[in-house]
């Protein structure tokens, strides 16, 4: 892989939570060295407001965030893609593209803090439950050693960090 940042798309269905939680946090805790996107393969059309607000509380700058998709990464003059991970069951299900430069792929299956049900507490608290996991396991991946794993092994990690329990998160390292 080159000297650019890795390029790192976050696949969910709507577009509208997960996949843009796990964009915002990859492209903070990257620093540089990755670049996130999301996309959807059915894409709500907005983010959610709940995103947003958890996003905003937890200081990110909300500029450019959109629910679109997937199409707009598959295609002429999309960025080339070093890794793809799916956040939730219904993406991974799917029949997804075909990415050019055929791309690391995992799934990293997290709960749809947007179907949660309940009370306006109980409701937030999936959304900042879907954080936590996600910023676990995207704490995991910048942190591998990718310039010293050949692709059999890095992609043995990706797919332990999908599967590692959110209580015991370095069970994937």
Not at 21 to 37: K, M, P, T, V
Not at 68 to 82: Q, Y
Request: net charge neutral; with cysteine.
């Amino acid at each position: 892989m080159s000297e650019r940042p890795y390029n790192v798309l976050f696949l969910c269905t709507g577009n509208s939570a997960r996949s843009i939680i796990a964009e915002a946090i990859l492209n903070r805790e990257g620093r540089g060295r990755f670049r996130g996107y999301s996309a959807g393969s059915q894409p709500k059309g907005a983010v959610h407001p709940y995103t947003l607000d958890l996003l905003r509380r937890m200081n990110f700058d909300l500029g450019g965030y959109r629910s679109k998709s997937w199409t707009e990464f598959s295609g002429p003059g999309a960025p080339k893609l070093d890794f793809v991970f799916t956040v939730c069951d219904s993406a991974a299900a799917e029949s997804c593209p075909v990415w050019p430069g055929q791309p690391m792929t995992a799934h990293w299956g997290v709960p749809d803090p947007a179907a949660a049900t309940g009370t306006e507490a109980e409701i937030r608290l999936a959304f900042a439950e879907a954080f936590r996991m996600l910023n676990s396991r995207i704490s995991i991946f910048v942190n591998l050693p990718l310039q010293s794993l050949d692709k059999l092994t890095l992609q043995q990690r990706l797919d332990a960090i999908g599967r590692a329990s959110d209580s015991d998160p370095a069970s994937a390292a």
